[in-house]
């Protein structure tokens, strides 16, 4: 069955370009990278992809590319691209190329055999936001409701769980509110542990294209490339945000900066959020953040006085012991002063990965599909009833999250591992535990488009992918935007795209039946959209794939109309969301003050700052920083690391940033080798000696290898998302 499947030309991955391409067309596909979701103009001959271009028409980037962006075929010409896939022989150890039949066959006789022995939820995945929606759906349900597997979690949860459960609480749903008009359309821009310039450079062009001559505000410990163009910068102590959100909510009511008539019709728990940050006296919050009182009442002044006051957070946010509340703080000092729903405002967290979002909402691995409840049985009824499966195999138990998933593979709970456009042995905190870990698994499954990744040269057996530019299917941004991903190159070998070899998988461990109606990307799109009815998230109003095409992307929500499908763009199409057309389609949630919560209104939700869980002391005297070093960059460097041209861009080995005085201090040269060291590792690092840290802080970017052997396993209780931003280091001259 499963060799017969692999020869199907087409069907599965290893056909022709889809005919509905011209040969030597131009054709537009969202990029694969950042959750910016450029438009690139792919050029076509005899069918292949040649070259591209940014698209001017594209909504999102009118015509601008970053150089990951630019640079996206060159990652699927690597020369150590997977081609077969690849088992480990016990007796010698090498991984060798098998049959796809074979694979299967290991794969589902070694998975099976687990669960006899373990239970059936001895086996996890571990996922992403870096493949279509229409993959991460077929996944979380041949996962959850064909294997009886219930733990699994992706690499949304090292990005964006905390955006997700903090808007969840607060709005009644993870709705992020925002158009990327609102860069251009903001009187004050507060960027908080954000870092556009490096992270999400379109995004940062379209805040230059503002006309409004805004104020920028940057709360940012280092002195990033986004501060230093800022007309503010507040370089708090890492980690010190929440009691500087509160000090700042403090002022602002103190000087009668509240928008009653706003807080009384729209939201719940004002007074008691008043009262609670009455102790964040100024004094108070300057000391504890170590910033300069006309610096802190400057930045209460301008959210006091701007018409259009919009707040941005990204990983210095999501990413800390005390996450959720910290988002939480954004969004009340947004509600507070009425800064939602109106352009240029909002709390707005810019998502990371190309489709961190599609899996917060289509994944069914946190939430049940649509942003639904698994806990809820109403929930599971209806999905059962929409998909046609027997409501019994939808697990009412929610899944253990990433870091509960690595203690059960310690607990020996979890004995098998399923790693899927993820390379957790480098990006994953306190990585020698991880990979000390992963040696204790039975059988650990990698499916990547490298068989040279940290993570897949660990693995049992590797299962070679198809990458974007190579299969089909959808993105959402972080507007919101569903944008096309077309196949535009043949995958390389016999490697396939993901969805496809899903499909394998149901086939080889005998749920096929439960998927038959999942047949294309744009089929499962469509059971999608009707999972989506009636939800926040709503999309029946798309047509299909080509609509999406013709009209540069479509937000959600965009329900269908009566029993038409909608024209995005033509009228204002429920309460929710607001309509502009400026030349293009911009929609806002939350215009009408109504919000997703039971009685419609957004909450103030806030808790005690809790000191950091390593602290430094005399013998690890700095705070690690870690994230983005350059926008040619991109996470474990797995893709960015195959172009030439992006290698140019950035320093081939891993270096520390370290202020002049630091390294007086220490007698640490400029480019010279230094070791850091935590409680946990070392790594060799070349000093950068640079003021844009302050005394007592290093950063260190993330793409390199070893940095995760440093970081320190710390969670927000809410979010279970890692505090990859804060850890206690020493620095030695080597
Ligand atoms: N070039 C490039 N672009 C990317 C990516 C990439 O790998 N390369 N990855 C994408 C992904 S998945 C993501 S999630 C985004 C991340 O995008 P960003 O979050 O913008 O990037 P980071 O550099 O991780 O972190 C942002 C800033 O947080 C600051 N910070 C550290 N600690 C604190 C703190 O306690 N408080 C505050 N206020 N700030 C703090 C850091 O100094 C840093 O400048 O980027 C996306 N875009
Ligand atoms: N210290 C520190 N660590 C961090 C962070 C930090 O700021 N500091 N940031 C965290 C964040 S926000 C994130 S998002 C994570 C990212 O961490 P990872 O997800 O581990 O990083 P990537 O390099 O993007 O890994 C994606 C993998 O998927 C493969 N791949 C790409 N496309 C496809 C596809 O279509 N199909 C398949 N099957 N494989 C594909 C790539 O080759 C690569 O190996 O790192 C986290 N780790
Ligand atoms: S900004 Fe993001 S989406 Fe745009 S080209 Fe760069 S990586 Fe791609
Ligand atoms: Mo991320």
Redesign the pocket.
Known sequence: MTAELVRTPGAFGLGQVPARLQPDAVTTVVCGY??TGCGLKVHLRAGEAVNLTPDPEYPVNLGMACP?GWEALNALEAADRATRPLLRNRDTGALEPVSWSRAMGEFVSRFKAIQERHGAHSIAFLSTGQMCTEEMALLGAVFKFGMGGLHCDSNTRQ?MATAHVAYKQSFGFDAPPFNYADFEESDCLVF?????C???PIMWQRVLRNPRNPEIIV????R?ETAMNATLHLP?T??S?LTLLYGIAHALIARGAVKRDFVDAHTAGFEEFARFVAQFTPERVCADAGLERAAFDRCVELIATRERVSFWW????NQ?HESTRTAQAIINLALMTGNIGRPGTGANSIT??CNAMGSRLYANVTSLFGGRDFAQAAHRQEVAEILGIPAGVIPSAPSWAYDQIVDAIESGAIRGLWVIATNASHSWIHQDRFNELAKKLEFLVVQDLYPTTETARRADLVLPAAGWGEKEGTLINSERRIGLVKKVRRAPGEALGDFSIFKLVAEAWGCGDLFREWRSPEAVFQILQRLSAGRPCDITGIRDYRHLDAEGGIQWPLPEVGSRKSEAGSEELTSHFRLRTSGFTERRLFADGQFFTPDKRARFLFDLPRPVAEPTNSEFPFTL?T??G??A???TNTRTGKSAILRKLYPADCYVEIHPDDARLLGIAPHSPVTVSSRRSSLTATAFVTPTVSPGQV?IPMHYDAVNRLTFASFDPHSRQPSY??CAVNLTPQ
């Open positions: 950042c959750s990951k990005c908080v542990g954000a870092n556009p490096i992270a999400h709360l940012d410990p280092r990033t708090l890492p980690k945000d990204t990983m210095g946010v800390g990371g990965q920083l994230g983005r350059t926008s960059q991109w996470h950063f931003k804060h």
